[in-house]
């Protein structure tokens, strides 16, 4: 199985602070990596696919970045709804597997 | 737009069964893939199984290969999760979710619905 290796687990940014969070993969996934936003209590919404395509609808500060084991989700400037928890996802191969998360609060 | 609605959890016991629901609307059901994604209290996600748009191909994660069936009925745009033997880890809230098809390749998970809780315990 391909293990998703996400960084760092907590983040404390300030509004207007630039956020990146990353996700190692065991192996080599190609471009086969997406990226999820879960607000408390919310069902995980999409954010990027294909690693760098932004989901419509989805605001222009977020970005995604990286091919084959090493990818970066970015927010561009932080803005207090951004508070939530942030998985990546790599669907290269069975079974699809999810990195263990990335918890965002403001500082 | 696209609605997916989970039903059929519960309070169940160990090794008794449980079938969960998800009703799609606002989008034509035959022409996606679909799957269960689940989550336990407090922690993260976890893939459970998927199905193709016309249910001839599924897979299934180790933790449920064996036990779970996944299963859809294109005609009433509803997806299903057949729980059997089920397990105290098996206790999660379980979404149903949807691929996003663009320029030729399926991307999945890109659709979800509210989730529907499943407690396993005595």
């Known amino acids: 199985d391909i293990q998703m290796t996400q960084s760092p687990s907590f983040l404390s940014a300030s509004v207007g602070d630039r956020v990146t969070i990353n996700c190692k993969a065991s192996?080599?996934?190609?471009?086969?990596l997406n990226w999820y936003q879960q607000k408390l209590g919310e069902a995980p919404k999409l954010l990027i696919y294909?690693?760098?395509s932004l989901q419509t609808g989805i605001p222009s500060r977020f970005s995604g970045s990286g091919s084959g084991t090493d990818f970066t989700l970015t927010i561009s400037s932080l803005q207090p709804e951004d508070v939530a928890t942030y998985f990546c996802?790599?669907?290269?191969?069975?079974?699809?597997?999810f990195g263990a998360g990335t918890k965002l609060e403001l500082k | 737009e696209v609605q997916l609605v989970e039903s059929g959890g519960g309070l169940v016991q160990p090794g008794r069964s449980l079938k969960l629901s998800c009703a799609a609307s606002?989008?034509?059901?035959?022409?996606?893939?679909m799957a269960w994604v689940r989550q336990a209290p407090t922690k993260g996600l976890e893939w459970v199984a998927s199905?193709?748009?016309?249910?001839?191909?599924?897979h299934y994660g180790d933790s449920v290969k064996g036990r779970f069936t996944i299963s859809r009925d294109n005609a009433k745009s509803t997806l299903y999760l057949q729980m059997d033997s089920l397990r105290s880890e098996d206790t999660a809230t379980y979404y149903c979710?949807?691929?996003?098809?663009?320029?030729?390749?399926?991307?999945?998970?890109?659709?979800w619905g509210q989730g529907t809780l499943v407690t396993v315990s005595s």
């Open positions: 979710a949807r691929d996003l098809y663009y320029d030729g390749t399926y991307y999945p998970f890109a659709y």
């Open positions: 606002g989008f034509t059901f035959s022409d996606y893939n």
């Open positions: 199905i193709s748009y016309g249910g001839s191909n599924t």
């Open positions: 192996q080599n996934i190609n471009r086969y």
């Open positions: 294909n690693a760098n």
């Open positions: 996802l790599q669907h290269n191969s069975w079974p699809y597997t």
